[in-house]
């Protein structure tokens, strides 16, 4: 197995306070990995470790087996879109190509052209007077033509309404089908990352709550509903838990079958999964990876 991404005790902190801590994960290569969690919880600290705008204050991380921040060579392997796709207002389309051209030695001219084509882009007008939506695919294009091995994108498209969207996710599956570029892309919008994404990462308050392929955490995920009693039934490992008088329900990892007929299992859908991990933080919990 390729990895995209390995990363070990990575950490970074500014000042006192550690924006992610002690993450170990592997994200192989050739999948769309979703990253979520709450404003503030460290993706795009993450994301930026990984492009090599920040250096680790512990740890290490290897992304497409180099470095970040290593070279011209360690460049090249990574396309990185940040938060509020930059673009520089004053230069025009075409002259965002050029200077594409310019600083990547793998630059595909006409990938570039005509992905500028078809979006309809006029490549005479300044960045600063395209729409949000119209930016991140300039922002994108920027950064598929560069021919990268992983495409990092952080919240691509929080500024979008939901159809342009939608097309800007389709653009980037179709991407992803015929370059076999990897992805990482981070968002707060859990029904597209359900589309698009085939890996789940979420980070809550600086750390990995859990990762894995997304079918394999539906799999292995369920809502358990049963008779108030002292616990949960044994084989499940309590994610978040919610009790009336009579009755408890979990979401729960199972580690085996529930033979307990007392108890239902229910299936759980991404949102749910997402929303059970990102509310289960007040007890610090090790970090499960399913690989
Ligand atoms: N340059 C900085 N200086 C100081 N603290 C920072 C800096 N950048 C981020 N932080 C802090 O690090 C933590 C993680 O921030 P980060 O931007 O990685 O989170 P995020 O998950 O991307 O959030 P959001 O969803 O709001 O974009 C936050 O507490 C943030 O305040």
């Given at each position: ?10 950490g ?83 002259e ?27 490549p ?16 994108l ?19 979008l ?5 939608r ?125």
């Amino acid at each position: 197995m390729t990895t995209t991404l390995s990363a070990r005790g990575l950490g970074r902190k500014y000042g006192k306070r550690w924006a992610l801590a002690g993450c170990t994960l592997e994200i192989p290569a050739g999948h769309v990995t979703g990253l979520v969690g709450p404003n503030g919880a460290g993706k795009s600290t993450l994301l930026n470790l990984a492009a090599g705008m920040l250096a680790p204050s512990a740890g290490r991380i290897e992304v497409c087996g180099g470095r970040p921040g290593s070279g011209t060579a360690q460049l090249a392997k990574v396309g990185y879109v940040a938060q509020d796709t930059p673009t520089y207002a004053g230069m025009t389309v075409a002259e965002h190509l050029r200077l594409g051209a310019r600083l990547n030695p793998r630059w595909d001219a006409a990938l570039a052209a005509e992905r500028i084509a078809r979006l309809g882009l006029d490549p005479g007008k300044r960045a600063g007077k395209l729409s949000g939506g119209q930016r991140a695919q300039l922002a994108l294009t920027l950064g598929i033509a560069k021919r990268p091995e992983v495409l990092l994108l952080d919240e691509p498209v929080a500024a979008l309404d939901p159809l342009a969207r939608r097309e800007f996710l389709q653009d980037l599956m179709a991407v992803v089908v015929e370059q076999g570029v990897s992805v990482v892309l981070s968002s707060h919008l859990v029904s597209d990352l359900e589309r698009v994404c085939d890996h789940l990462v979420v980070l809550v308050e600086s750390q990995v709550r859990v990762a894995g392929p997304l079918d394999d955490l539906l799999a292995t995920h369920r809502r358990l509903t049963g008779p108030r009693r002292d616990g949960p039934p044994p084989g499940a490992e309590v994610v978040t838990e919610s009790h009336t008088e009579r009755q408890s329900t979990y979401v729960a990892r199972l580690t085996g079958p529930v033979h307990d007929p007392a108890w239902t299992a229910g299936e759980l859908g991404v949102e749910d999964l997402v929303l059970a991990y990102m509310g289960s933080g007040a007890t610090a919990r090790p970090a499960l990876e399913v690989l």
